[in-house]
């Protein structure tokens, strides 16, 4: 059986290794036509940051490697420019030489990526601008950095007194999690950062108000963001600088613009083969990865996938589904029943210290999809045992149906213990788990690392509550219908208040019962809701009508913007 492989990253690498591993006959041959195989993508913004310093950090694997050890005949700089499917060949073109081989195959996995969006602005090609997709897109950023335009030549290794350092300014275009990677390590190399993002939000994957969160904690740690803004081009000053013009009229001026737009899925080969393509201009796969063509697979950021909760089909462009998928694919042509379950959009994004993590179905889509059978819950436990050093609040919003339990999403932002939470909700998303399970999750506890009652199983705790009743719930976009109770202590009514909220400390209200209205919803607010919940309880069993406004204030500083 002979195998070639189109694209030798994460899905081709991974499916060249993971196939040799299962069948030592299989004729092997990986074709990519950048100059390395198997790299570190995912690192590129930390080189570009100087956190990875070395570029060879970012080569996980080699040619050399995949021949020694793989037994792959594994090329760079090769090409796949043609494919037969009716005579099973692949055309391949030498980029170095120009010249052009037909290769026979049995199976063809392709996993050629995708291609950075690149919109045919005016200037888009001028010298300074740069997108991120390779290693050698990242050597040219800093090389330019090092020494791209005479005004900023040889700052970087400046050694003598400077009293005035000149100002190094960085427009990024596009705001999703590698615009934002990029964004904090060109702060790192000195950069001023403007981020200029045409959605309504940062992070378009979380709900609103998290992307809100995350732009002001953006701007808190000096990144200026512009949303509802598109880009409308670039022209060179006469220093040689950039401007970078927006729709709205506004104009920034950069020394250097990175371009993080998306991505689409390189389907150029694929439609030359005549494979089915999806609603979404990704190739059309099956749980096994084969395209309409049976003997061609595809993997990775060129493919679309079914969205694990909702079932859409959808676009996610992540290193662990190519990777998974990649195995899967494997698996497949090796002779095994292996299937892909479908994209949760798991992803997580180091900002400034903090991390941003989310999982599963958003607010959004379920609102698009006209799901109302849902409910969600804003929560803000610490990272670990408060009482412990370095505790850190994280603020989770957990989605869940309201018909059985059954988890949809979640969304997560904090300076600690962000990963391991949606590392284990997208886990108990993919095992069909509800909230009651995750009031039973045992999970790892002492009091540097999580809680008596984890961040998971309070999640749980309070979800289940809402669910059986326990803890009847609003939210604040409709908080002000209802008899408005603040259960704060005084003093922390001084910091921040709600109008027309009346308030009655948690200490007191048993003895001013007689001062609430029975023939109203009380909406009961504290600090994050957990007051909330005991005050609801003591009213329900006296026969209010009670509910916790979600969250309590924290969730009303992110809910209502100033
Ligand atoms: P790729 O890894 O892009 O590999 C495709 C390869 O195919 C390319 O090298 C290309 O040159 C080659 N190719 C294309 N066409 C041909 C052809 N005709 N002939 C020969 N070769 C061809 N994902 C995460 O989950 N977490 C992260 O933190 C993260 N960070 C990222 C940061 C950056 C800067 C980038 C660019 C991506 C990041 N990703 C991250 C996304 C992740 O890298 C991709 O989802 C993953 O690499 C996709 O794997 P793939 O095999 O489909 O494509």
């Not at 037994?71 to 043609?82: H, K, M, P, Q, S």
């Not at 002779?335 to 599963?360: C, K, N």
Request: aromatic share 6%; net charge negative; charged share 25%.
């Amino acid at each position: 059986m002979k195998v070639i492989i189109v694209g030798g990253v994460a899905g081709g690498a991974s499916c060249a290794a993971r196939l040799r591993r299962l069948d030592e006959q299989a004729e092997i041959l990986m074709v990519e036509r950048g100059p390395y195989v198997s790299y570190a993508n995912c690192g590129l913004p930390y080189h570009v940051g100087n956190v990875i310093e070395h570029e060879s950090d970012l080569l996980v694997a080699n040619e050399e490697l995949f021949r020694r050890h793989f037994a792959v005949d594994c090329r760079t700089g090769c090409e796949a420019i043609g494919i037969s499917p009716q005579d099973k060949t692949v055309e391949l073109r030498d980029v170095s030489t120009g010249e052009v081989s037909t290769e026979p195959y049995d199976t063809l996995v392709l996993s050629p990526g995708a291609a950075s969006v690149r919109p045919p602005l005016p200037g888009i090609d001028l010298p300074g601008i740069f997108q991120v997709r390779t290693v050698p897109d990242a050597r040219e950023i800093r090389e330019w950095i090092e020494r791209g335009s005479s005004f900023l030549a040889g700052m970087e290794k400046y050694s003598g007194f400077q009293t005035v350092r000149p100002a190094m300014r960085a427009v990024v275009v596009g705001g999703g999690f590698i615009g934002l990677e990029m964004g904090e390590n060109l702060m790192r190399r000195g950069f001023d950062v403007t981020v200029i993002e045409m959605a309504d939000q940062v992070l378009t994957p979380l709900d609103p108000e998290y992307g809100r969160l995350v732009q002001d904690f953006l701007g808190l740690h000096g990144v200026h963001v512009v949303v509802n803004d598109g880009v409308a081009g670039f022209a060179q000053s006469d220093d040689d600088s950039l401007t970078v013009s927006t729709q709205s009229g506004a104009s920034y001026p950069a020394d250097l613009v990175i371009l993080a737009l998306g991505v689409r899925p390189d389907t150029t080969l694929a439609k030359m083969a005549g494979i089915e393509i999806g609603e979404h201009g990704g190739i059309r796969v099956d749980e096994q990865m084969h395209t309409s063509d049976p003997d061609i697979f595809a993997v990775g950021d060129a493919v679309e996938v079914r969205d694990f909760v909702t079932g859409e089909w959808s676009l996610i462009a992540l290193a662990g589904p190519a990777n998974r998928q990649a195995r899967i694919a494997a698996d497949v042509i090796a002779g095994r029943d292996s299937r892909f379950r479908g994209t949760q959009g798991t992803s997580i994004v180091e900002l400034f210290g903090a991390a941003v993590a989310w999982t599963g179905a958003n607010e959004k889509t379920l609102n698009r999809l006209g799901d109302t059978d849902y409910e969600k819950i804003y929560l803000y436990p610490n990272s670990h045992a408060g009482y412990y050093p370095g505790a850190k609040p994280i603020a989770m919003k957990v989605i869940f149906r309201k018909s059985d339990g059954r988890l949809l999403g979640a969304q997560a932002v904090g300076e600690d213990g962000v990963d391991k939470r949606i590392g284990d909700l997208a886990l108990a998303i993919q095992l069909g788990a509800t909230v009651y399970d995750l009031e039973e999750a045992e999970l790892c506890y002492s009091p540097p690392f999580g809680s008596a009652k984890d961040p998971i199983n309070f999640a749980g705790m309070v979800a289940a509550g809402v669910l059986r009743g326990d803890m009847p719930l609003c939210h604040w976009d409709s908080a002000s219908d209802g008899f408005l109770l603040d259960v704060r202590e005084k003093a922390e009514l001084a910091v921040e208040h709600v109008p027309k909220a009346v308030n009655i400390p948690m200490g007191e209200l048993r003895a001013r019962l007689d001062e609430l209205p029975r023939d109203r919803e009380i909406h009961v607010i504290c600090r994050s809701g957990q007051r909330a919940y005991t005050a609801t309880r003591v009213l329900l069993q006296h026969g209010f009508d009670a509910h916790v406004v979600s969250g309590g204030m924290l969730s009303h500083a992110i809910l209502s913007p100033s």
